[in-house]
């Protein structure tokens, strides 16, 4: 007899291109059909067959509350009452921008939009049109969201423009991207070498999480403002899944190393489609209607989405202990997992930084994209499958982050590493 889940899924294939609206969720990378979800509450969700998972993908990130946070919901049900959408400036929108402005000093300007991927494109543009230059540098491994010039695989040497990394993108929307190696400074400065005064920007995930975890060793991101400083090229951080996650100010304030520009996406918008870049007063400046970088949109700043979002950093900034908590909490967590792969002599590497963290099946340490690459798939996949079928939700691909909420407790903790300690125990070599 199949299952709620499945029979949903032979229908979802029908109507859906691989039965989802976003390609991870499809389960492919693990082998299986998606569970369904149903509902999700603080840290558990339920899916459509009645079980119940304790949750750490947390909507990617952003339920950083716990799910149906009471504050959040109702300041969404009160929005609700005066229309849901007015397609006109409103009080909300100065207030959240006004917030984030006054709150994170390498904010000085902000424009709403709705997505991460909306995010980036935006300010990639508006990157062009503040230096006069064409060329991107970005790094292999993190992932921008999926726009034309970002869905790109390193072409070989210096020299070769990117190539597209998937069908319909043209090379003529990927000849202006480069791609460097996550911690390798070396790599950049020889990409700045080679296309020197055309490098618009340097775009990079502070912590790189679309890749797994990846932590920036010390100096690399320090090395990449100096190589800004010394080019003219301004220094993106994408901070869509960092953000207000790391700390209030994202991993700027975290490692102390100031962007240029900044793009936001995921906890922003409290569980509502946002994204926003935002950044120096002089290089926002250029964006339409203030400046000649157009940029638009008709749902962007929608005030449904600006009050769950604008109640959720409200939140977080006025609960900073909540930052320590899960700081707490990771190291307990990952810090725990770690412990146990060496208690079993698991061949794998957990990387971690505050809420975020992941359990890479490889030899070695994990620092950069081929490191990570180096990863034994099967293994996640049977990881992954245990995990599930003892009730605890994770990413299903070896190269996505695992996510604390407010809301998971040391109980939580202690019942995941339990079921992992199961999951080690039955992996055994007897
Ligand atoms: C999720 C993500 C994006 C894309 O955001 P969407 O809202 O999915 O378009 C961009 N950059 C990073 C770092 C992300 O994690």
């Not at 558990?44 to 947390?58: L, P, Q, R």
């Not at 900034?317 to 792969?341: A, T």
Request: aromatic share 10%; hydrophobic share 40%; net charge negative.
């Amino acid at each position: 007899m199949k299952t709620h889940s499945e029979r949903l899924f032979d229908e979802a294939v029908r109507y859906i291109p691989g039965g989802v609206n976003s390609p991870v969720r499809a389960y492919q990378a693990v082998g299986m059909t998606p569970r369904f979800m149903q509902g999700a509450t603080g840290p558990y969700i339920f899916d459509v067959d009645g079980n119940k998972y304790i949750d750490y993908i947390c909507s990617w990130g952003p339920m950083i509350l716990g799910h149906n946070d009471p504050e959040v919901l109702k300041s969404v049900v009160e929005a609700c009452e005066y229309g849901l959408s007015l397609g006109t400036a409103t009080e909300i929108e100065v207030c959240i921008a006004k917030f984030i402005c006054t709150k994170i000093p390498h904010v000085e300007m902000i424009r709403m939009v709705n997505s991460g991927t909306e995010a980036v494109m935006s300010a990639v543009r508006v990157a062009r049109g503040f230096t006069g230059r064409d060329k991107i540098i970005k790094f292999a491994g993190c992932y921008h969201g999926h726009s034309d010039a970002m869905l790109v695989s390193a072409g070989s040497g210096v020299m070769t423009s990117g190539v597209p990394d998937s069908l319909g993108v043209t090379k003529g929307a990927t000849k202006d991207t480069l791609t460097a190696c996550y911690n390798d400074l070396e790599s950049v400065k020889e990409l700045l070498d080679a296309n020197k005064d055309r490098v618009a920007a340097i775009i990079v995930e502070p912590v790189a999480a679309n890749m797994g975890v990846v932590l920036p060793k010390p100096g690399f991101l320090e090395g990449l403002r100096k190589l800004c400083d010394e080019t003219g090229s301004l220094l993106i951080f994408d901070e869509v899944i960092t953000g207000f996650r790391l700390s209030f100010g994202g991993a700027a304030e975290y490692f102390g190393v100031r962007p240029d520009l900044v793009t936001y996406g995921k906890i922003i918008g409290g569980g509502m489609p946002v994204g926003a870049y935002g950044g120096r007063r002089d290089v926002m400046s250029f964006v339409s209607p203030a400046g000649d970088v157009y940029q638009a949109g008709t749902l962007s700043g929608n005030p449904i989405a600006m009050a769950a979002g604008m109640t959720q950093l409200q939140i977080l900034y006025n609960h900073k202990d909540k930052y320590k908590e899960l700081d707490r909490l990771g190291v307990k967590l990952y810090g725990g997992m770690e412990e146990l792969c060496h208690q079993y002599d698991l061949e794998a590497h957990v990387n971690y930084i505050g809420s975020l963290g992941s359990l890479f099946f490889t030899q070695e340490e994990v620092i950069d994209y081929d490191l990570a690459k180096t990863a034994d798939t099967k293994e996640f996949a049977r990881y992954f499958a245990f995990m599930l079928e003892q009730g605890i939700h994770l990413a299903p691909s070896q190269f996505e982050a695992m996510f604390l909420s407010c809301m998971h407790t040391d109980a939580i903790i202690d019942e995941t590493l339990n079921i992992f300690e199961r999951y080690l125990n039955d992996t055994k070599i007897v």
